[in-house]
C-alpha cells in the first residue's frame, strides 16, 4: 500500500486486493440497482395500468403464497424438528436424516409429479373411478389440482427442511435444565412445546421461515405449471409478452422490496426476543422414549412430509424415465446436461474465486467501510432470479448493442452480442444469485485461521498473493470445495433466471425439464429431472454430514 504525504496527514493508497474487492462487491450489487433505475426511469411508465389493472392481483396472490407457504412449512418443520429432537421412536434415526432429502427436488419437479399422480388420467382418479364404477368426471368430485391451494402445499413439502433444520439445531442446544424446572412445575409435554421450547427456538424458526418465503416468492416454474398468477410470473408477463421492460422492472422492484421487508422482519424478531443459557453446566436435554401407538404415530407424522416432498415426486419421475427409456438416448437431453455443467461449473468457479478475493481483499484493507460491502453483496441470494433477469439483461443488452454498433461504423465487421447472445449473462446471473453462499463459506473459513501464520509468512517474504495460496488456502480447502458443490448445485436447480438470461436455443437440464412438462410430456422432461435430482442430492448429503 503506497503512502501520500499532503498537508498534516498520510493518505493510504488502496491496495489491488481492495480495490479488486471494492469491484466485485459493485458487480454484485448492480443489477440490484439497475432494477430500481430502470423503475424509476422507463421508456414507457405503466404504473398507473400496472396499479388499476393487474398488479392487485398479483401482490394479493403473492402474499397468500407467501402466509400459506411460511405457515404451512413452518408447522410441519418444526413439529418434525421438536418430534426428533426431543423423542425416540420407531425410525427416528434415519427420519433425522431423511427429512432433508425435499431439498434436493426442485418444487417445480414435485408440481409436475403431483399434477401427474392426481390428475384425472393419473393412478388415483382413475382407481377410484374402478373402485366405485364411476364413469366420467361428472359422477364425481375431485379437488381442483392447478390451484393455488396446490401450489402452496408442493412448495411447503418441497421447502419445510429449511425450518426443519434450523429449528432441529435450535432444540437440541436447549439446556436440559429449563425442560427440567418446567416440569417440577406441572407443565406437560405439549405446555414444555409451547412454553419454553418453542419461545427458545423462535429465532431460528423465523430465519428459516424467512428463507421459506423468499424461495417462495423466487419460485416460477410451480406457479406457472398451476397457472397461478404471481408477482414472477408478471415480470415474465410483461416483459416477453407485453414487451415492456421497464414495466417488468416495476413489478420486480415491487418483489425486491417485499424481500427487504421480510429481511428486515425477520431481523427484528431475532432482536426483540433474545434468550441466554445462564448455567453453568450445559447438559442436552435426553430425549424421551414413545412406545407403542404414541411412537408410531410420531413415525407417520414425520414419514408423511417426506413422503409427499420426496418419494412422491422421485417415485412418479422414476416410472416416467423407465416407461419411456429411448428418452435417454436424445442428443438433446445431453447437449442440455453439458451446457449445465459448463455453465453451471464455470459459475461455480468464479463465484468461489470471487467470494476468497473479495473477503481476503476487506481483510487486507483492515478499514471499516469495506467490511460494510460483506452483507450487502449477499442480498443477490435474496433477490429472485427474475428480477436478477431484468437488472442485468436489460443493461447488458444496451451495451452489447452500443458496442456492436460502434465495431461496425468503425471497422465495417459486426461482431455480433459478445454478453447477451452467449452463456455471458446467465453466468453472471449465477455469480450473483449465489455469491452469498461463496462469501459466507470463505469468511468463515478465514475467520478460523490463526492471525499468526499469515504474519509469519509476511515476515518470512511472503506477497499477500502467496500467503493466500500458501497459507489460506490449504487450510481452507475443505471450505472451498464445499462452496463450489452448493453453488455449483443451486446454479443446475436455478430456472427463472435461466429462462430469462440463456441464449437463443441454448438448452440445460433445467430449463428442458420445465420445457417438456409444459408440453405435458412428462416422459420426455423425466431423464433431465432425474439428473437435476441427483445432483441436489450431492448437496443435501454434504449439508447432513456438515450438521451430524
Known amino acids: 500500500m503506497a503512502m501520500i504525504e499532503t498537508g498534516r496527514r498520510n493518505f493510504r493508497l488502496p491496495s489491488r486486493w481492495s480495490v479488486g474487492a471494492a469491484l466485485i462487491a459493485l458487480v454484485v450489487v448492480a443489477p440490484i440497482i439497475a432494477v430500481f433505475g430502470i423503475a424509476l426511469f422507463p421508456k414507457e411508465n405503466i404504473w398507473p395500468h400496472l396499479i388499476s389493472t393487474t398488479l392487485p392481483r398479483y401482490l394479493m396472490t403473492t402474499a397468500k403464497l407467501m402466509l400459506g407457504v411460511g405457515i404451512l412449512a413452518a408447522i410441519v418443520g418444526t413439529g418434525a424438528a421438536w418430534l426428533v429432537a426431543r423423542y425416540d421412536f ?8 431423511l427429512l432433508l432429502l425435499p431439498l434436493g427436488i426442485p418444487a417445480y419437479v414435485g408440481a409436475y409429479a403431483l399434477v401427474d399422480f392426481l390428475e384425472y388420467a393419473g393412478p388415483v382418479q382413475t382407481t377410484l373411478r374402478r373402485m366405485f364404477g364411476w364413469t366420467n368426471a361428472q359422477d364425481y368430485w375431485f379437488p381442483e389440482i392447478r390451484s393455488l391451494g396446490a401450489a402452496i402445499l408442493v412448495l411447503a413439502a418441497a421447502l419445510f427442511p429449511y425450518v426443519y433444520l434450523l429449528a ?23 405446555a414444555r412445546f409451547w412454553r419454553v421450547g418453542l419461545p427458545l427456538a423462535r429465532p431460528a424458526i423465523a430465519a428459516g421461515v424467512a428463507i421459506v418465503m423468499m424461495e417462495s416468492i423466487n419460485d416460477f416454474g410451480t406457479v406457472d405449471y398451476f397457472a397461478v398468477q404471481t408477482l414472477t410470473t408478471g415480470i415474465f408477463s410483461v416483459w416477453l409478452e407485453a414487451n415492456n421492460a421497464g414495466g417488468a422492472a416495476q413489478i420486480a422492484s415491487v418483489v425486491l422490496l417485499l424481500v427487504v421487508l421480510l429481511v428486515t422482519l425477520e431481523k427484528l424478531s431475532r432482536r426483540r426476543m433474545r434468550f441466554f443459557n445462564l448455567s453453568t453446566r450445559y447438559r442436552p436435554v435426553a430425549r424421551r422414549p414413545l412406545r407403542g401407538g404414541l411412537g408410531w404415530m410420531a413415525t407417520a407424522a414425520c414419514t408423511l412430509p417426506l413422503l409427499l416432498g420426496f418419494f412422491l415426486p422421485c417415485g412418479v419421475i422414476l416410472s416416467h424415465a423407465i416407461d419411456n427409456a429411448e428418452n435417454w438416448l436424445d442428443s438433446e437431453l445431453w447437449r442440455a446436461g453439458l451446457n449445465t455443467l459448463v455453465v453451471c461449473g464455470t459459475a461455480a468457479v468464479i463465484t468461489v474465486a470471487a467470494g476468497v478475493f473479495l473477503v481476503y481483499g476487506v481483510r487486507l484493507s483492515g478499514q471499516k467501510l469495506p467490511r460494510l460491502l460483506l452483507p450487502v453483496t449477499t442480498i443477490g441470494y435474496a433477490a429472485p432470479g427474475a428480477v436478477l433477469g431484468v437488472g442485468i439483461l436489460i443493461p447488458l443488452a444496451a451495451i452489447d448493442n452500443t458496442v456492436a454498433d460502434a465495431i461496425w461504423s468503425t471497422t465495417g465487421w459486426d461482431p455480433g452480442l459478445v454478453m447477451t447472445g452467449t452463456a455471458f449473462a446467465l453466468i453472471l446471473a449465477y455469480c450473483v444469485r449465489f455469491f452469498a453462499i461463496a462469501q459466507g463459506a470463505a469468511d468463515a473459513a478465514m475467520g478460523r485461521v490463526s492471525p499468526n501464520l499469515p504474519l509469519a509468512a509476511r515476515s518470512l517474504g511472503r506477497n499477500q498473493g502467496q500467503v493466500l495460496t500458501s497459507v489460506y488456502y490449504p487450510l481452507m480447502r475443505a471450505s472451498v470445495a464445499s462452496a463450489l458443490l452448493l453453488v455449483f448445485v443451486d446454479c443446475v436447480k436455478e430456472l427463472p433466471a435461466t429462462l430469462l438470461l440463456r441464449p437463443f436455443n441454448y438448452e440445460t437440464l433445467a430449463t428442458r425439464v420445465h420445457e417438456q412438462a409444459s408440453l405435458e410430456n412428462l416422459g420426455g422432461a423425466a431423464p433431465a429431472a432425474i439428473l437435476v435430482i441427483l445432483f441436489g442430492l450431492l448437496a443435501v448429503g454434504f449439508l447432513a454430514r456438515a450438521n451430524r
Open 90 to 97: 420407531p425410525g427416528r434415526r434415519w427420519l433425522e436424516w
Open 168 to 190: 432441529r439445531n435450535a432444540f437440541r442446544e436447549q439446556s436440559a435444565s429449563s425442560d427440567e424446572v418446567a416440569r417440577s412445575l406441572g407443565a406437560g409435554p405439549f
